[in-house]
């Protein structure tokens, strides 16, 4: 089975209301070129910055997530919303929302490890001040297969990709907004060794790079092979990014290698002090 997926690296604005008819466009074009799952980069709605979460959040169903929904029954397509701040009970997260064909929410992430750090000569960034920490795995079940979703540093723990992957994924979608930092540094590398380690298909979003915001994003949005290449990749500018996942691949790849099924579960045993 083969199915195409679009990644809408949109430019991101301090405007909600740019924001979403960015969106709202960039969905009907990846519609438009035939993609079957549409991929929005992470906080999509609202500018990169700590304090400004807690002013861009919605409860849910909020304005985006109703035109998320809107938008997936009409184009007859899934919708994986990158994630926005979404207000809950009076805490904030950093959330992905995901729809099928008929515009039915499926599934929702919130972001498990929030970035918190403190670069030398680079980025100092603190999520938690103004976000609060997800609980679960999320696997949703598609007509493609099931799938996993994380967000950004989320990527970065090898432990929650393969719990998605011991939860049936074949395919792991992250919306994600690295920096210039971390970005030219580690972010091919960390695709490349999620989707390998894994033998599953890996699809990272991210924003675009914008030079106005205060939060410059890698942009570099990318679809990896479960055999870690590096099958469609964006620059740093605003696109919709096209790439093919082949589940027949990834089953001849996972027979020819059989990695998942050599582990040796025996002798695992993680001890945490």
Known sequence: MKLKIGICQMNITDSKERNLLKAEEMIRIAAKGKSQIIVLPEMFNCPYETEAFPK??????GKTAQLLSSLSQELGV????????????GEVYNTSFIFNKNGDLIGKHRKIHLFDIDIEEGIKFKESDTLGRGNSITVVDTEYGSIGVAICYDMRFPELMRLMVL???????????????????????????????????????????????????????????????????????????YGEVDLDYLENIRNQLPLLAHRRTDLYEVIEK
Request: charged share 15%; hydrophobic share 40%.
């Open 167 to 241: 939860k049936g994924a074949k395919v792991i979608i992250v919306p994600a907004a690295f920096n210039m930092t971390t970005g030219p540094a580690h972010w091919d590398l960390t695709l490349r060794a999620r989707a390998i380690d894994n033998q599953v298909y890996y699809v990272a979003a991210s924003p675009a790079r914008n030079l106005e915001a205060s939060y410059h994003a890698y942009g570099h949005s990318a679809l990896v092979n479960p055999w870690g290449e590096i099958i469609s990749q964006a620059d740093e500018t605003e696109m919709v990014l």
């Open 56 to 61: 861009y959040a919605e409860e849910y169903p």
């Open 78 to 89: 899934y919708i994986f919303g990158g994630s926005i701040p979404e207000l809950d009970n």
